[in-house]
């Protein structure tokens, strides 16, 4: 058979027999009403989630509702002490401490590079007792 292999496994690119030829623009039609009913069914868990950790689940030992993010910090606290390294980056990301996950290259102009190394050493040299202050402001002036 013309799709098939020598061992009888279909050959990646031919149609199986039994099923329709269908063209690229078909394919692309299945394929993106597929990703919006993914896209759809994600966004509801989303609201889920949502509507979950405002909501007040439990009372606690002392009588207080107990939320559902509650819930979750306690939780994700809990691990963090175990020592669980992901949980110590969630709850540093979450409180708002995450590192820069990018590092932005721009071109720069060799003189401003210059100066601005020549002031920061300027400003590494002044004595602390001096009380004196620098401004990248007034360096411009």
Known sequence: MRNRDKKGRFVKGCV???EPFRTQ???????GKASGAARREKGDLRKLLKLWMETEVEIDKNGEPVTGAQLMLRSAVKEMKKGNPRFWELL???AGFKPAD???VADVDPEVIA???AEVLACNEMDDDDDQTFDV???KR
């Open 25 to 31: 623009d078909e394919r692309a039609t299945e394929a």
């Open 102 to 104: 990018r590092v932005i």
């Open 16 to 18: 199986p027999p039994g």
């Open 137 to 139: 402001h007034d360096a």
């Open 115 to 117: 100066e601005v190394e």
């Open 92 to 94: 540093r990301d979450t």
